[in-house]
Nanobody
C-alpha cells in the first residue's frame, strides 16, 4: 500500500497562499487517483479536490473552486494543493488520500490516507 506524508501546512493571514505537498512511497502512486480532504474542528471531514492518475482531469469542492489547484508530479510521486486567497473558514487539518484505482466517482471515499497537516488562516 502507498504511504502518504503531507507537508506545507502552517499559519497564514487571510488572503495569503500556501502549497501543500503529499509525498507517496510505493510503485503504484502513478496508477491511482489522488485527493485532498479537510476536517475543521467540530466538523466532519470534507472533500476538497481530486485528480485522475494522469492529471488530465480534476474536480473541486464549490467552496474552493477558483482559489485552490490540485496537481501531481508522477515522476516525483507527489501530489500538491496550491491554496490562494485563503479564508479563515479554510482552517482545518488537510489530508492527502489515494483512491483504489485510476479514476474516482463522486462521493467515493479514498482507501488510503495520510496523517494530515494543519492549516490555520487568521483574519
Amino acid at each position: 500500500q502507498v504511504q502518504l506524508v503531507e507537508s506545507g501546512g502552517g499559519l497564514v493571514q487571510a488572503g495569503g497562499s500556501l502549497r501543500l505537498s503529499c509525498a507517496a512511497s510505493g510503485r503504484t502512486f502513478s496508477d491511482v487517483a489522488m485527493a485532498w480532504f479537510r476536517q475543521a474542528p467540530g466538523k466532519e471531514r470534507e472533500f476538497v479536490a481530486a485528480i485522475w492518475w494522469s492529471g488530465a482531469s480534476a474536480d473541486y469542492a464549490a467552496s474552493v473552486k477558483g482559489r485552490f489547484t490540485i496537481s501531481r508530479d508522477n515522476a516525483k510521486n507527489t501530489v500538491y494543493l496550491q491554496m490562494n486567497n485563503l479564508k479563515p473558514e479554510d482552517t482545518a487539518v488537510y489530508y492527502c488520500a489515494g483512491y483504489g484505482g485510476r479514476y474516482y466517482s463522486t462521493g467515493e471515499i479514498p482507501t488510503n490516507w495520510g496523517q494530515g497537516t494543519q492549516v490555520t488562516v487568521s483574519s
